[in-house]
């Protein structure tokens, strides 16, 4: 079955610096889709890419679907402490009746 | 608006008990829902999913069950709960049928002792 790896797990940075979570999938995906989820929380959506070789920016958030569509990325520019959580990945593919997350990388900010 | 309602939000119960948890969803008709649960530290993985009343798909053979009693209802159901069982339980659901972004609830946070 579909399968979407995300890395890394974990990323701890200094205030400023700036951070990027990859997302590659087993397969060719329609579309992607990005969610923070605060410590404590619940996942919320962020984004979604379709087009091949989509770019799409949130201020300091800077999210990209490659050109193959079985990957993407979401990078952040001078994180901030606002920024920790953990950032989550979903995917489909044509052929799929829902979505497969990614495993999540989880990112702390040190102030 | 939409929204979803999950409770409740944190329960510890014994091995060997049941469980129920509940979620509802607002401003919407004829949704499709999922049930996902998140070990501590760890992704999300989908439970159950319901494309409308009575109809449940089962990702993952367990001890848990779903119903969905009503369009806008899903319950997740143990008759006895593991240890194993203990994690975040996630209600969610999507704008329309085909659509791809989920919206959850609050979560549920379940631990057995």
């Known amino acids: 079955g579909q399968q979407v790896m995300q890395i890394p797990q974990y990323q701890h940075v200094q205030e400023g610096e700036d951070f990027t979570t990859y997302c590659n999938s087993s397969?060719?995906?329609?579309?992607i889709q990005w969610y923070k989820q605060r410590p404590g929380g619940h996942p919320v959506f962020l984004i979604q890419l379709v087009k091949s070789g989509e770019v799409k920016k949130q201020k300091r958030l800077t999210f990209q679907f490659g050109e193959a569509k079985k990957n993407s990325s979401l990078h952040i520019t001078a994180t901030q402490t606002t920024d920790v959580g953990t950032y989550f990945c979903a995917g489909r593919s044509a052929n799929a009746g829902k979505s497969t997350f990614g495993d999540g990388t989880t990112l702390t900010v040190k102030p | 608006s939409q929204t979803i309602h999950q409770w409740p939000a944190t329960l510890v119960q014994p091995v060997g008990s049941p469980l129920s948890l509940e979620c509802t969803v607002e401003?919407?008709?004829?949704?499709?829902l999922y049930w996902y649960r998140q070990a501590a530290g760890r992704g999300l993985q989908l439970l159950f999913y319901s494309v409308g009343i009575g109809q449940i798909s089962s990702e993952v053979p367990q001890n848990l069950s779903a119903s969905r009693p009503q369009d806008r209802q899903f319950i997740l159901s143990s008759k006895k709960l593991l240890l194993s069982d203990s994690g975040f339980y996630l209600c969610?659901?999507?704008?329309?049928?085909?659509?791809?972004?989920?919206?959850f609830g609050a979560g549920s946070r379940l631990t057995v002792l």
């Open positions: 969610a659901w999507r704008e329309r049928p085909g659509a791809n972004v989920l919206t």
């Open positions: 397969t060719t995906l329609s579309n």
């Open positions: 401003g919407t008709s004829n949704p499709n």
